[in-house]
Structures are given as C-alpha cells and as structure tokens.
C-alpha cells in the first residue's frame, strides 16, 4: 500500500457566521420561538455554527409567504422561470468550491465526493429543470400543465445538496413555491443555498427554508396551507407523514429507505465487480438509501471475489474528511454511529462473520470501519433491515432464479446492481427484479435525466427525469 501525504482542501475558503435564521419571504430571520440548535462537524465534534429552530408560527409565516408568492411565480412564462433557475445553477458553479467544503464540514463526507459528485449533480439538475420550465406542454402531462401550489419538503442529511436540489429544482420549474427543512445535523448547506437564491434575485418566498428537528418538519407537513408534500428520509417518519397527510388532499411523494441486492455471477469480471461492490456500499459511508448493502455473490466465485474485495477494502483510506485522498469519512451523527454499531454487534451475535480492514480510528469525531459479513442468511437482520452505514452483508446463490429470489426478498424495493458479462442475462434479471432502478455492470451512477424511486416500503413517486415533474404538477 502506497503511503500518502496529507492532502487537505483548505477550510478557510467558507466563512461561517456563528449563528444563522430562518430563511423567510428573502431574509434571514431569528425563529420567534423555538430556539436554537448546534450543528457540529461529526469529523471533529467541533461546533460549526448555532442555527434557529422553528416553531409552528415559524413555519405558519414561512407558508404564508410562500403562498404570497405563489401567485405571481406561477404566472410567470417558463422561460422567465427558466432564467432563474439557470441562474441559481450557474452561482452553484461558481460558489462550488465553498460549497464543497460547507457540505464535508458539515455532513462528513468525503471532498472527494461533495466536490466531484455532490456539486456537480447538484448543479446539473438545475440546469435540467431549468431546461424543461418553458416546455410543460410537451412533457406528457396535457397542453397545459399547472402548477400544484405551495410544497412543503423535508430532506434527510446523507446528501443535504443533492436532497434539496432534487426537491427545488422540479418544484419552481412547474411553478409551485416551496417550504424547505433541512436535517437538523447538516442545515448549513441549505442555509448557503438561501444566499444563493437572493444573489440569483429570485423574488421573495419562492423558496423559504426552515430549519429545525423532526417537530419542525411535522408542523410543516401537518400545515393546512401546504397543497403538496414531498419527503426523503427514514420509512418509519415516511409512513407518519403518510398518515398525517391522509384525507388531507394534499398530494405526496415519498422516498425512503432501501436495502439493495448487488447481484454478481460467475462471469463477471471480478476487478470491476470488486470495484462496483466497493462503490455500492462505502460510498458516502454508506449513507445512501439505494447501497448496495447486500452483495449476493454466485457460489462458484464467491471466494475468489471475497479474497479480492478484502485486498481492496484494505487499500481504503478513512480520515479527515477534507483530505483529498480520503475514501471513507465521518459517519453523520453519534446516533447514526450507534444505530451502525447495535445492527452490527446484531450480526455477531445471530451468527454471521465479521471482517474489517486494520483501520485505525481517529480519536475524536464519529467513525466506523468499512465491515463485511459473510455466512449471512436471508433471516439475519443485517440482511434484511437498512444499516445505512459501511457494512455489506455477503449472501451466495446457485442459480439466476436463487439470485432473483433472495434479491426480491425485502421490504424494499429502491435499486439493484447486475454484474455480468452476458447482456442477455442482465435483460433477463432486470426484468424480474422488483426495484425501481437497476444498475448494470456499474453502481450508484445519478444523471438529473433518469428518474429515480421506489417499489414497496422505499416509497412512491419519481424524482428526476421527465417523470419528475408529475410530482408537482396538478
Ligand atoms: P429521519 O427520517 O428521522 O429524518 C429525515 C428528515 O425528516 C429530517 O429532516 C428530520 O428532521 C425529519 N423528520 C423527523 N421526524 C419527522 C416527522 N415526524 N415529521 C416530519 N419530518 C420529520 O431519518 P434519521 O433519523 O435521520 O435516520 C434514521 C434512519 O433513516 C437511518 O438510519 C436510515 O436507515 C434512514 N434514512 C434514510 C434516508 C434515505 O435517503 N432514504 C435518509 C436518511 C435516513
Ligand atoms: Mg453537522
């Protein structure tokens, strides 16, 4: 293994204020009640800024400006929406570099990452949308597609951007405004983005942002005023919203968690497939709702491949998550480092064989080892629920029609991954496999063109792609 010399992105190109508002009708505000919350560096533990909570009648005037706005955003051409959000993805261009670094510091992820996958989907998709506000009518939706209203979005903390950006974006295209809350442990990239809506000079309340926990993003939900909810996030919270929403009329989209089959045969080649597997499930610590968590591996090479993806995992490098060469960074929050390590002693404990790399922990901060399961049976918890961290479990088959069947054996139904050499295999398998995107010979590749969503308990709903603007379309 090669010994590589610290590499760090500087810090300095964010400054951060110590406190940040609500971002309400184009201007920071403090929450009228409610308080405030810290968000840390969960690399360092460091807190980087204290950040206002709000409160029901927070939230109330979030929506009512939203609603103000509504009127005249929704009247506007496309093309003049359209100039906007080419606006807002060309800021995110030029800020990307802050960003970046906003979104490692805050989050935990890799620079690596934030700033060559992150960023760069983040502003596509603007552009994307950008592209189809002016061409509704030819979308597949009737000549004259309208707006829903006012959205009320919740997002989670794996990709705080990203989550945004796939809420934001097709919702202002269509013409609705929105209400967006951040998680509670990564809100500073969203408060950033607020910044680069008043430099877009994008007319106040189109977007407001309301940061706060789990009670802020209920009130939003639950508000009388708000026609549309869209959520990403955790199934249990997701079947709450669903419920709360319910004879409400309020239209909802939801995406939630998943538990995918990474399914590699006999003729795969093993290099690539290793570095799929590695892909599917460390990326982002795994911190991703469509992993691919559960590597079912053909009997007949499954030792050959185990012997390889350990060589590699072992050339993994774990750290500073501002360091250039770092593959794995900090898991997002102690509660999510605790919620890894009980499924994990869990797997112990039921039977399976764990395996991690010599990897050694810095000392403060929340980490966890890139781990394998082997001997893991389709009963094992670590086979069946979402750890949402970096831990596969390995699972073996004989046949295509095994493999099919253990890969559709879950609750879930977000992604899958095939990897053979044989295209009329991958057609085959594809076919059968209940999950609303397959990868093939490749893992987590994101294009704004391609819709992306569920079966099952991973929720309903597209995001992305033409299809992505049904969600905001009445
Ligand atoms: P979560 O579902 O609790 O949080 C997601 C978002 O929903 C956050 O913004 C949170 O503040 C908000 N929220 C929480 N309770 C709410 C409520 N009652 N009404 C409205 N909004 C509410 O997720 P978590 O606790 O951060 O993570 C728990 C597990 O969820 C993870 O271990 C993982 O398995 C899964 N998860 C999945 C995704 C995904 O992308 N599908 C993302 C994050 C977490
Ligand atoms: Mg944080």
């Not at 929450?31 to 709000?54: H, Q």
């Not at 009130?219 to 955790?234: I, Q, R, W």
């Not at 994990?344 to 991690?356: K, M």
Request: overall charge negative.
């Amino acid at each position: 293994m090669f010994e590589y010399a610290p590499a760090p992105e500087s810090r300095s190109v964010v400054s951060l204020d110590s406190s940040y508002g609500l971002f309400i009708d184009g201007a920071f505000d403090p929450a009228r009640e409610g308080g405030t919350f810290k968000t840390v560096n969960p690399a360092s533990e460091e807190v980087l800024a204290e950040v206002a909570s709000a409160g029901p009648e927070d939230v109330d005037r979030a929506v009512a400006a939203a609603r103000r706005a509504f009127g005249q955003w929704s009247a506007l051409p496309g093309s003049e929406r359209a100039k906007y959000l080419f606006r807002i993805a060309r800021i995110i261009q030029e800020r990307s570099r802050e960003l970046a670094v906003l979104e490692s510091l805050d989050n935990g992820k890799p620079i690596r990452e934030s700033r060559d996958v992150d960023l760069p989907l983040v502003a596509a998709h603007f552009f994307y949308y950008a592209g189809w506000a002016d061409k509704l009518a030819y979308a597949g939706f009737g000549p004259d597609p309208r707006p829903i209203g006012v959205a009320g979005q919740v997002i989670p903390w794996n990709f705080p951007l990203l989550m945004l950006a796939w809420k934001i974006a097709p919702a202002l295209a269509t013409g609705n405004t929105v209400v967006l809350k951040p998680a509670e442990t990564t809100p500073l990239s969203a408060l950033f983005f607020a910044d680069v809506c008043r430099q877009a000079e994008l007319p106040p309340g189109v977007v407001n942002i309301v940061t706060g926990a789990g009670d802020t993003g209920a009130y939003l939900v639950a508000h009388p005023d708000v026609d549309k909810v869209a959520f990403t996030g955790s199934t249990e919270v997701g079947r709450e919203i669903a419920r709360t929403v319910a004879g409400t009329g309020k239209r909802l989209s939801l995406e939630l968690g998943g538990k995918a089959a990474n399914i590699v045969f006999d003729d795969a080649p093993i290099d690539q497939a290793v570095e799929g597997i590695v892909n599917g499930i460390f990326f982002n610590q795994g911190h991703v709702c469509c992993a691919g968590s559960r590597l079912l591996v053909q009997e007949s090479v499954a030792q050959e491949l185990l012997e390889s993806l350990k060589r590699r995992m072992s050339t993994l490098r774990l750290g500073d998550p501002l360091d250039k060469n770092t593959d794995i960074g900090a898991i997002n929050s102690a509660a999510q480092l605790a919620r890894i390590t009980e499924l994990t002693e869990i797997g112990g404990q039921e039977g399976a064989e764990r395996w991690s790399p010599a990897c050694e922990l810095p000392d403060r901060g929340f980490w966890f080892a890139p781990t394998i399961f082997t001997g893991v049976t389709q009963a094992h918890r670590i086979a069946r629920e979402e750890i949402f961290g970096p831990v596969l479990s390995v699972l073996t088959f004989r046949t295509p029609a095994e493999a099919i069947e253990k890969a559709n054996n879950t609750p879930y139904g977000l992604s899958a991954g095939v990897w053979t050499e044989k295209g009329s295999q991958i057609l085959a398998v594809a076919d059968k496999l209940r999950a609303g995107v397959v990868w093939a010979n490749t893992f987590n590749k994101f294009d704004p063109a391609s819709p992306f969503g569920g079966y099952k308990e991973s929720g309903y709903g597209r995001e992305g792609g033409r299809h992505g603007l049904e969600a905001y379309l009445a």
